[in-house]
């Protein structure tokens, strides 16, 4: 373990208590063969017992009445999505009918539009189509493709 890395560890959690197993292993090691590690160690043990040995005091209600006070007054960030939301139900909970109706109408000139626009078939020209398709692969022998032979009277009845 390099100076740099168990330094890092010293002021940490080696201090703290909280290295355990095989970390805790290899920092102790380090310790003991690095003279500056070492110091390091002794010196934030001793700070360590300097305050411990300090009795803890509460600090006075007017203290902490000032810090609240500090952080209610303090501006409030608002970021954009939530602006924008807010500005949306503002404005579409106070919509006036007369905009209501020209959004329905561009809504409605917006489909109809789309319904010219989109091709026609002719449905009764499909359908006399269909009909010649299977007048030939029903394979009728007249010409005009009027009767179709479908085969025994029980098939016709099924189809």
């Given amino acids: 373990m390099n100076c740099k890395r168990a330094e890092k560890l010293i002021l940490t959690d080696y201090i703290d208590g909280n290295l355990k197993g095989r970390a805790l292993e290899e920092i102790e090691l380090h310790i003991r063969s690095c003279p500056g590690c070492h110091a390091l160690a002794q010196d934030l043990k001793a700070a360590g017992k300097l305050f411990r040995a300090v009795p803890r005091q509460e600090a006075p209600s007017e203290v902490w009445r000032k810090i609240r006070d500090e952080i209610s007054a303090a501006p409030v960030r608002r970021y954009?999505?939530?602006i924008a939301l807010e500005y949306a139900r503002y404005h579409l909970s106070h919509l006036k009918?007369?905009?209501?109706?020209?959004?329905?109408a561009v809504l409605l000139l917006f489909v109809l539009a789309t319904m010219r626009l989109m091709p026609h078939k002719d449905y009764l020209e499909a359908a006399i189509q269909q009909d010649d398709i299977a007048a030939i692969s029903y394979g009728s022998d007249e010409e005009d493709?009027?009767?179709?032979?479908?085969?025994?009277?029980a098939e016709m009845f099924f189809l």
């Fill in 80 to 82: 954009f999505p939530e």
């Fill in 97 to 104: 009918p007369a905009i209501v109706m020209a959004g329905a």
């Fill in 145 to 153: 493709g009027s009767e179709y032979d479908l085969g025994t009277p």
